[in-house]
């Protein structure tokens, strides 16, 4: 289980269905095509000599990130209606590596881990994975988890569901580590603000308690295929509304191979 699958179940358990399940395939998206972008750039960036960290290299970058990403998947440009829109569209992730470098001073940061895969089995042997986009280190061993934003900081009354994704990789690090990370930092290049929070262990058992839950409510959808949609404004944003009841469509057969690599989160009894 992943915080963005995990995320999916609570906004819409079909829309979990169609993305953990069905695994179908999505059109991409503006907004996310540049959010990886912008991402490799960064994760680039980091692999240059801390002088040379400039915004004019971290510039220099995008093209040829473009051009990779452009290899790796073709589709990425039915997103744009001519040249002027993909020029429009690559401004706006220009300016988004502007915005990091009055937020941040990379030449006085040495990553100890960039796009870092982090893998661990809680107690109830549900198993969890994500990506961390930076971990710092500092000297007296502290733990630092960045995660890079393109778009806008949240409302405060959001904050709690921003930080859930952060506190699901708190949750991973301690149970690997033994130790809670010193800080989570969202970093939001939408309209450069930060957005930190210093976890506690107590908040972190009471959210594995709440996976452990929501496994529980994930396999009890698989084992009866009734994975409920659940209306809400993100709605407006979803690739499957042909296929959704709330929206006239007709839900197709679960395919029981989906469900079997979907239940395999859990890790097997010893």
């Known amino acids: 289980m992943s915080p963005s699958r995990a995320k999916d179940f609570q906004q819409c358990p079909?829309?979990?269905?169609?993305?953990?399940?069905?695994?179908?395939?999505?059109?991409?998206?503006a907004a996310a095509v540049k959010g990886s972008l912008v991402h490799a750039v960064l994760e680039r960036l980091f692999?240059?000599?801390?002088?040379?960290?400039?915004?004019?290299?971290?510039?220099?970058?995008?093209?040829?990130?473009?051009?990779?990403?452009?290899?790796e998947r073709p589709d990425?440009?039915?997103?744009?209606?001519?040249?002027?829109?993909?020029?429009?569209?690559?401004?706006?992730?220009?300016?988004?590596?502007?915005?990091?470098?009055?937020m941040e001073n990379?030449?006085?940061?040495?990553?100890?881990?960039?796009?870092?895969?982090?893998?661990?089995?809680?107690a109830s042997g549900v198993l969890l994975r994500g990506f961390v986009d930076r971990l710092d280190v500092a000297p007296n061993g502290a733990v630092r988890v960045v995660d890079y934003k393109t778009g806008k900081a949240p409302n405060p009354r959001f904050?709690?569901?921003?930080?859930?994704?952060?506190?699901?990789?708190?949750?991973?690090?301690?149970?690997?580590?033994?130790?809670?990370?010193?800080?989570?930092?969202?970093?939001?290049l939408g309209n450069g603000r930060t957005l930190t929070h210093d976890p506690v262990e107590a908040e972190l058992v009471a959210l594995e308690k709440h996976l452990d839950r929501l496994w529980e409510t994930i396999s009890a959808a698989a084992a009866t295929g009734d994975f409920q949609p659940r209306v809400s404004r993100l709605c407006d944003w979803c690739s499957f509304q042909s296929l959704c009841p709330?929206?006239?469509?007709?839900?197709?057969?679960?395919p029981p191979e989906g469900v079997e690599h979907l239940l395999t989160a859990r890790a097997a009894p010893q």
Do not use: C, H, I
């Open 14 to 29: 079909l829309l979990f269905r169609f993305r953990a399940v069905d695994r179908l395939p999505e059109p991409p998206s």
């Open 47 to 71: 692999d240059l000599p801390a002088a040379g960290r400039t915004e004019e290299a971290a510039q220099s970058l995008l093209d040829p990130e473009w051009s990779r990403l452009q290899a």
């Open 76 to 102: 990425v440009v039915s997103m744009f209606a001519g040249p002027e829109d993909l020029g429009a569209w690559l401004a706006q992730a220009r300016s988004l590596l502007t915005q990091y470098f009055r």
């Open 106 to 122: 990379p030449q006085r940061l040495e990553p100890a881990e960039r796009e870092m895969l982090v893998e661990t089995e809680l």
């Open 159 to 188: 904050q709690d569901e921003a930080l859930f994704q952060m506190r699901f990789y708190a949750l991973m690090l301690w149970r690997l580590n033994g130790t809670v990370p010193a800080r989570l930092q969202l970093v939001y």
């Open 246 to 254: 709330k929206f006239g469509g007709e839900v197709p057969p679960m």
